[in-house]
């Protein structure tokens, strides 16, 4: 399987506790991204890299929420102190440039549930 | 206020039905992109429409973008119980980093 791959697929939580997800990416994409999705709503960009830089942050994304991808291949997403509101399915995406778009490719995603 | 306004929000129907969801803006927009959600997974890129009245069919799918670059529509036709989903349209910014979502049409077919 070449596709997206994310770890873990579920994770609960307690209030307060901290926690960090992993992203595989498609091998050749240099591109990679993500999102968070809550329940009856689209997926809300948070961040993405460009090879091993971080070249975007949205506004959701906030002080206790960091994201790295130190070798420019899988990136980890880590969350602090979790509150209730960090609930929600965080999806990666992968893309690299192909004729004259980037086409972006989903991981399954990990659902995180804060209790 | 959402960029993208999806509808309708939810849709449940019988096998076989005909149906169409509706994205709308009041902004024009270079492309616009539709994506399938099944439960449990990651958005799933079905089709990308640049030129405004452009038309384009997937099997059973049809995909409209509207003349003016600020609407788009998804039609199914015989729905079956496999096109079980959310539907999701999107736009991407320049540069092309960032998709931003509209809230998606639910659509439930029944059998």
């Known amino acids: 399987d070449t596709g997206v791959s994310q770890d873990p697929r579920h994770k609960i939580t307690k209030r307060g506790q901290n926690v960090t997800f992993r992203c595989d990416p498609i091998s050749e994409h240099n591109r990679l991204y993500w999102y968070r999705q809550t329940l009856g709503q689209g997926p809300e960009f948070l961040t993405y890299f460009q090879n091993e830089a971080q070249l975007e942050k949205s506004r959701l994304l906030s002080d206790r929420f960091s994201a790295e991808r130190p070798k420019g291949s899988f990136s980890t997403l880590e969350i602090q102190r979790t509150e209730q509101g960090d609930s929600a399915m965080y999806l990666c995406?992968?893309?690299?440039?192909?004729?004259?778009?980037?086409?972006?490719?989903f991981g399954p995603g990990t659902r995180l549930t804060v209790t | 206020t959402q960029l993208l306004e999806q509808s309708p929000q939810f849709l449940s129907i019988q096998e076989g039905e005909n149906l169409t969801v509706y994205c709308n803006s009041s902004?024009?927009?270079?492309?616009l992109q539709w994506y399938r959600q099944e439960p449990g997974e990651g958005p799933v890129l079905l089709v990308t429409v640049v030129t405004g009245g452009e038309v384009k069919k997937l099997k059973r799918l049809t995909f409209q973008f509207g003349d003016a670059r600020k609407d788009s529509s998804l039609h199914i036709t015989a729905a079956q119980p496999g096109d079980t989903g959310l539907y999701l349209c999107a736009l991407r910014n320049t540069g092309g980093f960032k998709t931003i979502f509209g809230a998606g049409t639910r659509l439930f077919v029944k059998a």
């Open positions: 902004s024009v927009f270079s492309s």
């Open positions: 995406a992968s893309s690299s440039y192909r004729g004259s778009t980037y086409e972006q490719y």
